[in-house]
């Protein structure tokens, strides 16, 4: 049986396209992932716009799966995925894996700053 992985996109600045993750990332979703993965990689680029996968309902990530994000995201070196929000068995999998085309951040405002982007709702005044 073929599970679907729900994915959802929320605009959380004019800067980057959130993708929100949930489920089981195994060998079962995988070729799903890795098709979901490019499609909004590639319409991210074409807007200019930063991914950010938000992995707060992956429950678990397998080789194969962590395989299909390396295939899709290691070219993205310089400008890689932002990964946000992973349970501490998703992040400790994602961390051993080196992959080179993503970077972890515990919440999406720690990924923005990366960026030097204000969070969502914030307009970068000060008071």
Do not use: F, W, Y
């Not at 707060?56 to 295939?71: K, L, N, P, Y």
């Not at 961390?95 to 990924?111: K, M, Y």
């Not at 969502?120 to 005044?125: E, F, I, L, P």
Request: proline share 5%; hydrophobic share 50%.
């Amino acid at each position: 049986m073929t599970s679907r992985i729900p994915l959802t996109v929320q605009p959380a600045t004019d800067h980057v396209a959130v993708v929100c993750l949930s489920g089981v990332l195994n060998a079962d979703t995988c070729a799903h992932l890795a098709q979901e993965l490019d499609r909004h990689l590639d319409g991210a680029a074409r807007h200019g716009l930063r991914l950010v996968l938000d992995v707060a309902g992956v429950e678990v990530v397998s080789a194969a799966a962590r395989r299909a994000v390396q295939r899709a995201t290691d070219h993205l070196v310089h400008a890689p995925v932002l990964v946000v929000a992973a349970r501490p068995s998703v992040r400790t999998v994602l961390e051993q894996a080196h992959l080179a085309g993503i970077r972890l951040h515990a919440t999406l405002a720690d990924a923005l700053a990366a960026l030097s982007l204000p969070p969502a709702g914030v307009d970068g005044s000060r008071k």
